[in-house]
């Protein structure tokens, strides 16, 4: 065989082969966001517009979030913010929009105990995503109820969605199967 026929040969199993890796490479990473981020993956790909500016999107909080100091609650404050769950539930019958308003108090409260700083909502949902994904949408729809709430917009029903949805992110925050088992646990 003629030395360029071979040379040709080689640069073209080395440029397949690269395609190979980075395709593999690609597709690993992409199958991880949607792993570790699941439905979050694809709303930041419609917020976004674009796969590779969501996927850097979700690297970029990753990677925030790692350089925070994420903390498991002691007993004592993982009891003190389980009461404090039932005290607002309790609190709905009376005043919905008021519980409502004390649980998400307590919300950021509980992530600020856990080391997560708090900035903007935006940013709260994106850096809670990380750790929780699977309530991240209860904690945006919950705010949002809120913010329904305060413009005098939001029937007690939405309320009351917006305390279930709060109860996931707390049950989550706190590590309890739901807080009615916190209840019984203390």
């Known amino acids: 065989m003629d030395t360029g026929v071979i040379v040709a040969i ?8 690269i395609a190979a890796i980075w ?9 991880g966001l949607k792993r570790d981020f699941g439905s979050e993956y694809d709303r930041e790909i419609q917020r976004t517009g674009s796969k590779s500016d969501a996927q850097k999107e979700l690297e970029e909080r990753r990677k925030r979030v790692k350089s ?18 039932r005290m607002i ?14 649980a998400d108090s307590m919300i950021t409260r509980l992530m600020t105990a856990r080391g997560y700083p708090m900035s903007d909502f935006e940013t709260q949902a994106a850096d809670i995503s990380v750790d929780h994904p699977e309530v991240v949408q209860n904690y945006r729809s919950g705010h949002i109820i809120v ?11 939405a309320l009351r ?14 590590g309890t199967s739901s807080a009615l088992g916190a209840r019984k646990a203390s």
């Open 161 to 174: 969605q917006a305390m279930m949805h709060y109860r996931a992110v707390a049950d989550d925050l706190l």
């Open 147 to 157: 913010g329904e709430h305060d413009g005098g917009r939001a029937s007690t029903e």
């Open 10 to 17: 080689i640069v073209i199993v080395a440029i397949v082969a």
């Open 89 to 102: 539930e309790a609190h709905f019958v009376d005043d919905p929009g008021g519980a409502v308003k004390d």
């Open 23 to 31: 395709f593999i490479t690609n597709q690993k990473r992409e199958e």
């Open 68 to 85: 925070y100091n994420i903390i498991d609650l002691s007993p004592e404050d993982q009891r003190r913010y389980s009461e404090e769950w």
